[in-house]
Every structure is written in structure tokens, then in C-alpha cells.
């Protein structure tokens, strides 16, 4: 078989060529702006955030452990309240939530949407006004639906016929009429991993259009005594670089909206179009500029409305990831070096697919740098893995860590703000990490890390 040479100065000599892995960095040390936290910075060899050294932040909270930068998280925020200015921002709770997450969205001048009634229990106990929270989901229970119904929730977005009747029920019961928007699937297939493309027909959410069950749904609603039809809601899908699937689907959502006007005499005022902008993982993402699209999709609604003899409806956006995971890394420690001969070399850490399922799920990708210290040693092919009994436990498949790297030496995942704490697991029992917040030079836990104790709490047996 034939082998390729490794760069001058690695640890291995060949690997095998069907393993195609990335060409090593000019700079082992340097932190591309990117794809780090807006404070991350290289100071005496040491990465620090939000003012605060790696060596502190792990000796004080331990690792793994989630850093989430605030100063990033809220000018993501902002950014999006600016570019968005005459519009409705829901953060997208499911990326990242928790009680300080939902203050930081709620100062920031944002709304945010929640799909189970876990995350609107924690907005409820954060103490976000409840006017300004959107329930997503699509199995909503009859109890979720009780509780966001007498909370007062602002929208509740439907997804199925079962759910009409369910939140008709409630409603009536409560003696209320919520505010509702239909979701719509309007088959546009995101260029992205099947399992986060959410707007083509065979999947599980919405009303298709293509179909007529979107009509039928709008019909359904306004026939309901106890539900309020304010709008239409379409969601393309998550980690998207490319424009033209929202600006098809924002078009299709928009003539379905003059079509509801045409043919039931109906104006419907709201237009959602959901979230799914794409972050920078690694060097070769190249993330949508948010004030681009919004202007974009602005001036898609705007026209097709114009076109129908509609008013403009209020638009709404709800960024996620796009807003947390920039901000936040995952520290680890380094516990385990096995070089394997001609091939590369493993890393294991103290975490893995318990934090960070996203590898394993979706093949992703992510950037990964020893942060404890400065090395002048060459580029060292690696694997960075956790310690769970899977072989695909593996956290980056294919990276460069300095030659030198060893055992207690502390590495950074960046970009694991969104979907790595919140689809956390305890596998094989680890206990989840801690979290914290860091800004100027100030660190806060606002999730404690999980003990044995929290673990053995629940076993009754």
C-alpha cells in the first residue's frame, strides 16, 4: 500500500492515504479569530478569555469544563437586534439555555423561543416576560401546552393536526385564546446533514405545502373558537452557508401568505422564518453575514407582499447557534498520548461524546489547539478522544498538536457554545461539566458540575 509523507518535523514518518487528512497549520499557536471567542487571546503562551487564564479557569472549576465568553454571546445578540432592527429576534433556547442565558437574551433586547416544557420552565424561573417567549415543538404534550397556555405565553407555533385539537381543548378549558402561528414546510432541502434539514416534506415537522396540509392547517385554526392565527412560521434547517435556500423558502412562505389573503380573505401579520445560520467550526467555514441576510430576506417579503396587495408583515428570525456557539469552548485535560505507529497519534481527554455528542451524530468538525502553554515543537497528527468505551468517541477526527504535547497539558474545543452542554449526556455515568461565564477578568458558574451524588439521586433501585 502505498503511504504519504507527514510534514517535516511531525512525530510520524507515513499514515495511510485513504485517511486524507488537513495540512497542518502555519502556526500551531495562533488562534484564528474566527473560530475563537471574540476575547480569546495567546498571552505568554497561555489562551485566556474573557481576561482570564485556562490554567486559572481549570484550577479553579475543573475539566472538562464549558467557558462561555459573555462579552461574545451579547454582541452576537446585539448584532442581531441591529441587523434585524424592524423585526422579531427569538434566541433559539435549544442551542444553549440556561437561567444566566436567558437573562443575557432578555438584556439584550431579544425573545426567546423554547420547544419542551423543561426550557419553559427554565425561562419562567429566569424570569423572562412571558409575552416575549415562542413554544416550539412537534409532539407538544397537553400538559406543556396547560402550562404555556396559563403561563401566557406570547406564540405557540403549531406542527400537526393532533396538536390543533390538543391546544383547541386546552384552551377552552382555560378559558383563553393564545396567539398561534402555523408552521410550514416548504420544500426547500438545506444543503446540510439530513438530520438538521428540517423544511423538505418527509420529515417530522410542519404542514407541507406541496401537499395542502398547510391549507388545510390555516383553515383548521380559523376555525378553532379558542385559537388565534397571527402568522406563518417555515424553518429550512441548521448550519447553513447558503443564501438560496432561504431566500426560496422565504419567497414560498410569503406567496403562501397572499394566497391565504386571495383566497380566505384572511391577513395574517406575523412571518417567521426561522434560524439556522451557520457558524465558522473550523478555517474553511465561511459564515453569512447577518446584516446581508437580513436585508435580503427583507426585501423578498417585502416584494412578494407588494405583489399580493399585502401589507408587510412583522418578520421574526431565530439564531441559536449563530449567537452561542462562537462564544463558548470546552477545556479539557489531557490524560492519555498513544502514538500509533504510522497511522497517528491518539489524545485522550477527561471528556468526550457525554459533552459533545456532535462528532458522533453528525460528523462534524471542530477546531482544537493546545491552550496551557506555547510549543515550538512540529505538527503531531492526532486524534482528539474521550474516555468512553465507543470507538467513535472521538471528539476532532483529524488535527495538529504540537510534537511535545503530554499528559496534564489542558486543550480547547472552540465553537462548542451551541448543542454540546445542551445534548450533554451522563454516558458511562461521567457526570456533565460545569459551566462558566467569563467577562473581564471575572469568571461565574452559572451550572454547577454534576457530583456521584447528583447521579445516585435518582437511582431508587
Known sequence: MSRYAHPAGSRHAE??????????????????????PATARRDGGEVSV???????????????????????????ARDFSQAFADADVYYAGKALLNKAVARWVVEEGLKLDVCSGGELAVALAAGVPVERIGMHGNNKSERELHRAVEA??????????????????????LDRRPKVLIRVTTGVEAHTHEFVATAHDDQKFGFALSTGAAGGAVRAVLDAPHLELVGLHSHIGSQIFDTSGFEVAARRVARFLTGIHQELGVTLDELDLGGGLGIAYTSGDDPLDTKSIAESLTAIVRRECEEGGLP???????????????????????????????IRTYVSVDGGMSDNIRTALYGSEYTSQMVSRESSAGPMLSRLVGKHCESGDIIVHDLYLPADLRPGDLVAVAATGAYCYSMASNYNHLPR??????????????????????????DVG
Do not use: C, Q
Not at 29 to 36: G, K, Q, Y
Not at 313 to 337: M, Q, S
Open 50 to 76: 474573557g481576561g482570564i487564564g485556562v490554567r486559572e479557569l481549570a484550577a479553579a472549576h475543573g475539566t472538562p469544563l464549558f467557558v462561555m465568553d459573555e462579552e461574545d454571546f451579547r454582541r452576537r
Open 433 to 458: 461539566p460545569a459551566m462558566v461565564a467569563v467577562r473581564e477578568g471575572r469568571a461565574r458558574t452559572i451550572v454547577r458540575r454534576e457530583t456521584e451524588e447528583d447521579l445516585l439521586r435518582l
Open 312 to 342: 408587510m408583515p412583522r418578520i421574526a428570525v431565530e439564531p441559536g447557534r449563530a449567537i452561542a456557539g462562537p462564544a463558548g469552548i470546552t477545556l479539557y485535560e489531557v490524560g492519555t498520548v498513544k502514538d500509533v505507529e504510522g
Open 152 to 173: 401566557g405565553v406570547g406564540r405557540i407555533i403549531i406542527d400537526s393536526f393532533d396538536e390543533i385539537e390538543r391546544l383547541e381543548a386546552v384552551a377552552a378549558g
Open 15 to 36: 499514515i495511510l492515504p485513504e485517511d486524507n487528512p488537513p495540512m497542518p497549520p502555519e502556526d500551531l499557536n495562533a488562534l484564528d479569530p474566527r473560530v475563537w
